[in-house]
């Protein structure tokens, strides 16, 4: 059965800390690592990753694939009030008519001031 | 560009009772996925549907279903509601379907059922 695990489940860390979030995966046919940010309501794209060992960057936040170890991490630094959010793993993995984007249960980051 | 947009935001119903939700695609997007989102579950895939025909399923009862109509539009009824499937739900757009980062969530249907 395909599946996405991600840890911590919640985590609550202080402005400026630096957090590593983590998802692994068994999925089989996998095409893409996803990460989205959820607040309130609706989740936002951060990363697309489907090559081992090349990082992506975006302001403070960074994330990685690992295909050997099947897992992906997400890294925040000097963390803000703001990136207090649900942060969501998804790994597409196409199969005929059937489910295509398998995602975690999400890690609940906290941030405070 | 106006986003994906969900209506109702908020819905109570009772067990038994049916629902249906809408969701309106980014002008353009031909792609939308249904999302269930529930606290001990995460996030789980219902059905996508592209120029108005179901491409991929997830492992929902028949009691959900889904249609989309020409101008892109969808819907999604849930029919004879059980206790269990209160949750949020999304639904996704994309230009051409694929489920990948080119898509873009609405704000969700939060529905109660008691």
């Known amino acids: 059965e395909d599946k996405v695990v991600q840890s911590p489940l919640s985590l609550v860390v202080h402005e400026g800390d630096t957090v590593t979030l983590n998802c692994s995966y068994e999925?089989?046919?996998?095409?893409?690592l996803l990460w989205y940010k959820q607040e309130k309501k609706a989740p936002t794209f951060l990363f697309m990753l489907?090559?081992?060992?090349i990082e992506k960057k975006s302001g403070r936040l960074s994330s990685i694939l690992d295909k050997k170890e099947l897992s992906s991490i997400l890294n925040i630094t000097a963390t803000q009030t703001g990136d207090s959010a649900i942060y969501l793993c998804?790994?597409?993995?196409?199969?005929?008519?059937?489910?295509?984007?398998?995602f975690g249960t999400g890690t609940r980051l906290t941030v405070i001031p | 560009k106006a986003g994906v947009t969900q209506t109702p935001r908020y819905l109570i119903k009772t067990r038994g009772q049916q629902v249906t939700l809408s969701c309106s695609p980014i002008?353009?997007?031909?792609?939308v996925s249904w999302y269930q989102q529930t606290p001990g579950q995460g996030l789980q895939f219902l059905f996508e549907?592209?120029?108005?025909?179901?491409?991929n399923k997830g492992n929902f009862p028949g009691r959900f279903s889904g249609r989309q109509f020409s101008n892109s539009r969808s819907e999604m009824n849930v029919s004879t509601l059980e206790l269990g499937d209160s949750a949020l739900y999304l639904c996704?757009?994309?230009?051409?379907?694929?489920?990948?980062?080119?898509?873009?969530f609405g704000p969700g249907t939060r529905l109660t059922v008691t």
């Open positions: 996704a757009s994309s230009l051409n379907g694929g489920v990948t980062y080119e898509q873009y």
């Open positions: 999925v089989t046919n996998f095409r893409s």
């Open positions: 489907t090559s081992s060992g």
């Open positions: 998804a790994v597409e993995a196409p199969q005929t008519g059937a489910n295509n984007l398998f």
């Open positions: 002008s353009g997007h031909r792609s």
């Open positions: 549907y592209f120029s108005e025909t179901q491409r």
